[in-house]
């Protein structure tokens, strides 16, 4: 199994340079692996035993349909009700140790490379009954119904049971681990695991109407966003805004991986929350 990279935590020396790889943009933020210390974690009501490292938040003028989570659970670490949104729907990817995810009166272990996707209303909790710390992404998303289609039922499953797609006339270089089927307009969010073999790349630059959070698991790769070039590793942590233009060469020598959430199959909203001038 591949590995997934965990957060450094600590916190750098007194003797520690200052220059980093840390920016944010109009169009895209980058927030390297060693800017997660332990200084910037936060406790969240209704759990115990866990700090979390938020990534990513609604931000009005930026990127607005998603948070991102990077949580660590001490051992007996969890929540009885971790979604404080009736509305939310999540997916928890687990990089490190093992939690035991509760849906109703079942319980789940799920261990690295473990997913599940949690639809709005669902009653789940989320215990780390190891004897290590624990860790996983939590992504959450208020979830938007569609007239006629039922909201998605709960699921858990491992990325080694998912083949990866190749992208057309790539040869496998660049492939997806797609977790639901593009084609199920129940789901308005996907999160899915994209691998390039060193020296495959993205050859245009994607401009499109999907927001991105860009968790790099493994390996490097230099990275345009926008008008820049940035170098990125794993661990980082990228968040692009709709319609930032985006392409990536992966650099080896193993392969560049990295979990990806983009808001998808609805309507761009005209009036309500989430759309312009609200």
């Not at 990279?5 to 020396?13: D, I, K, S, Y």
């Not at 520690?16 to 332990?38: K, Q």
């Not at 998605?152 to 496998?172: D, N, Q, S, W, Y």
């Amino acid at each position: 199994m591949s590995p997934y990279a965990p957060p450094p935590g600590g916190l750098p020396p007194q003797t520690a340079l200052h220059t980093g790889r840390a920016v944010f943009t109009e169009a895209y933020a980058v927030i390297p692996r060693a800017c997660m210390s332990d200084i910037v974690t936060s406790a969240l009501p209704g759990w115990e035993g866990a700090r979390a490292w938020v990534l990513a938040r609604p931000l009005s003028g930026f990127a607005e349909t998603f948070a991102h989570l990077l949580m660590e659970l001490a051992p007996h670490g969890g929540s009885r009700r971790p979604e404080p949104d009736p509305a939310a729907e999540a997916v928890i990817f687990v990089t490190d140790g093992a939690v035991w995810l509760g849906l109703g009166a079942e319980e789940e272990e799920l261990g690295p490379g473990g997913y599940a996707y949690l639809p709005p209303g669902a009653d789940w909790h989320i215990r780390n009954g190891g004897a290590a710390p624990a860790r996983l992404h939590w992504i959450r998303k208020r979830y938007e119904p569609a007239p006629g289609i039922a909201a998605p039922a709960a699921f858990v499953t491992h990325e080694a049971e998912i083949a990866p797609v190749p992208m057309p006339g790539t040869e496998g270089r660049w492939a997806t681990t797609r977790f639901v089927d593009p084609a199920d307009l129940a789901h308005d969010m996907h999160v899915n695991i994209v691998t390039f073999r060193p020296g495959g790349l993205i050859p245009f630059e994607e401009t499109h109407v999907m927001e991105h959070g860009l968790f790099v698991l493994q390996g490097k790769a230099v990275y345009r966003l926008n008008r820049d070039w940035v170098e990125v590793e794993a661990g980082d942590f990228l968040w692009l805004r709709a319609f930032c233009p985006q392409a990536c060469y992966s650099g080896g020598p193993e392969p560049f991986r990295y979990l990806l959430y983009k808001d998808v199959n609805r309507h761009p909203l005209l009036s309500g929350v989430g759309a312009f001038g609200r």
